[in-house]
């Protein structure tokens, strides 16, 4: 039997002013977990669509198993026992969970009516043996992000596939679900599927994969045994310099409140209870105050309830004194609130407009943009684009004009943090999992850039999932758990240890606002 699952030889792989994929070479073994590092950009999901049908190469071949194959498409790729997870998930919002996973391998008899009770009985005993419980029955728009990332990996399990695709898997997984996928990918490992699992996170890498192949602006740089080499090795062959593991920041006296939030509550959309409960807090000016907490404990709909994205049951929200309770949206940018969205593509951007419209989102209506007859100063929007594509290193390939939709996961999400933090008439930036889906060298650039706001005496509320940035980025954490606030921390005076017990509710303190 062939050594490799899988061989990618010689694959080019070109888009309108951009070389995605250089002449990469990249092999699987049998059983391994084959980490693929590098920067936003850098060519790594791309070549991953090529295996999985999306994308034909212009150059190169495929083998599995020893044997040249032709993918043509998905279908063709699912045939050979290949399956991905996405980066941003394929799944229909008003479906169920179940209808999901089985979506395109419906249990059918002769006659064409669908078998869900063998479905269902296969996904629930998957879901036990690999610790990924969903509710199948809820609707996709109903659950949340990491629920979504369970229900992708289980359609991928349920077409008994052998090759598995992980695209940027942990990225929006708290760190208990993280070491539990970490330990799903093992034991799959063991039962003898493969696995190419792309990663930014150097210690997940580290952690679970066998190999790595390193990929910088398309092309390839070298495959290492990740038992042979250490996190500041893989960093620098990633981005081709040494980086800074640790945020630098001066104390700083906080000022006046520039956000109040009192007596915060937020009804579910699927059941009675509350799920955001009279929360109450303040963000001063120079203060980054980072909300903490397992994923699914009301932290989306408090910043939805904050930001105007869902009504709010009661309470007050109160921006330099001016009760925003019942603004929208726009209402609520004018009046001074900058947004870093968690979900990128339904509220960071527009996917079928170009990055430069993506850019004036909140601004295209202003005389600079905007002419007194109404229409668009397309010199000056297309200037100002180019400006912040420049100083936050937003790759595309068009600049200004590239499809917001054409663009890597990354590289839309450092967009949308430019667009946000380069708007100097808000006192506020609401950061949601800024670096979410970002490699290393822009999560010290977006850190800086967050310390850099708080300094110019802005508030910051962070909500992040990453332990690592909660413990280095904030002046103050505030722990939620079961939609209320139950522990206030200086990470100074903390341990990761003791606030996974506040987010565990294993502990809890009373916070007074």
Do not use: W
């Not at 696995?195 to 740089?221: A, D, P, Q, W």
């Not at 967050?450 to 300094?455: F, K, Q, S, V, Y």
């Not at 904030?474 to 200086?490: A, T």
């Amino acid at each position: 039997m062939a050594e490799y699952a899988i061989e990618m030889l010689g694959i080019t792989k070109v888009f309108p002013g951009i070389i995605a994929n250089d002449d990469i070479t990249l092999t699987l073994k049998r059983g391994e977990i084959h980490a693929l590092l590098g920067e936003n950009g850098a060519g790594k999901s791309t070549l991953m669509s090529v295996l999985f049908g999306l994308y034909q190469p212009e150059k190169g071949i495929i083998k599995k198993d020893g044997v040249e194959v032709k993918i043509n498409d998905p279908n063709d790729a699912n045939n050979l026992g290949i399956g991905m997870v996405h980066q941003h998930f394929k799944l229909v919002e008003c479906f169920s969970v179940l209808d999901n996973i089985i979506m395109g391998a419906e249990p059918a008899d002769k006659l064409g009516f669908l078998h869900k009770a063998e479905a269902r009985k296969k996904i629930t005993e998957l879901s036990e043996k690999y610790g990924l419980h969903v509710d199948l029955d809820a609707k996709i728009e109903d659950i949340t992000v990491g629920m979504q990332q369970r229900t992708e990996i289980l359609k991928m399990l349920y077409r008994d596939n052998e090759i598995l695709i992980f695209d940027e898997p942990t990225a929006v997984l708290t760190p208990q679900e993280i070491e539990e996928l970490m330990i799903i990918m093992k034991n799959l490992a063991s039962e003898g599927k493969s696995i190419l699992f792309i990663s930014h996170k150097l210690n997940e890498i580290m952690e679970v994969s066998n190999r790595c192949t390193i990929l910088r602006k398309g092309k390839y740089i070298g495959t290492v045994n990740t038992d042979e080499t250490t996190v500041e090795k893989l960093s620098a062959m990633m981005v081709g310099r040494d980086v800074n593991f640790h945020v630098e920041k001066d104390n700083k006296e906080a000022g006046e409140p520039i956000l109040e939030v009192e007596g915060l509550s937020v009804a579910s959309k699927t059941s009675k209870k509350m799920v955001v409960n009279n929360v109450s807090f303040k963000v001063r000016a120079g203060e980054i105050v980072c909300i903490a907490g397992i994923d699914g404990n009301g932290q989306t709909e408090l910043v939805y309830g904050i930001t105007g994205l869902e009504p709010i049951k009661s309470g007050t929200i109160k921006l330099n004194g001016e009760d925003i309770s019942k603004y929208p949206v726009r209402k609520r940018s004018i009046a001074g609130m900058a947004h870093i969205p968690e979900d990128r593509h339904k509220h960071g951007l527009v996917l079928d407009y170009p990055l430069d419209y993506n850019m004036v989102l909140q601004n295209y209506y202003k005389p600079e943009f905007t002419n007194k007859a109404g229409f668009l100063k397309k010199k000056n929007i297309r200037a100002y684009s180019e400006k912040l594509i420049e100083e936050f290193d937003v790759r595309s390939g068009q600049g200004p004009s590239t499809i917001a939709r054409s663009m890597s996961g990354g590289n839309q999400q450092k967009a949308i943090a430019a667009r946000e933090m380069n708007r100097d008439e808000a006192d506020l930036l609401v950061a949601v999992q800024p670096t979410r889906g970002l490699d290393i060298g822009a999560i010290e650039f977006i850190h800086k850039k967050l310390i850099a706001e708080r300094d110019e005496g802005k508030a910051v509320l962070l909500v992040s999932l990453e332990l690592d940035e909660v413990m280095d980025v904030p002046d103050r954490i505030l722990v939620m758990y079961e939609g209320e606030i139950v522990g206030e921390f200086d990470p100074k005076n903390v341990t990761q240890e003791e606030l996974g017990l506040y987010m565990s509710g294993a502990k809890r303190d009373e916070v007074k606002s």
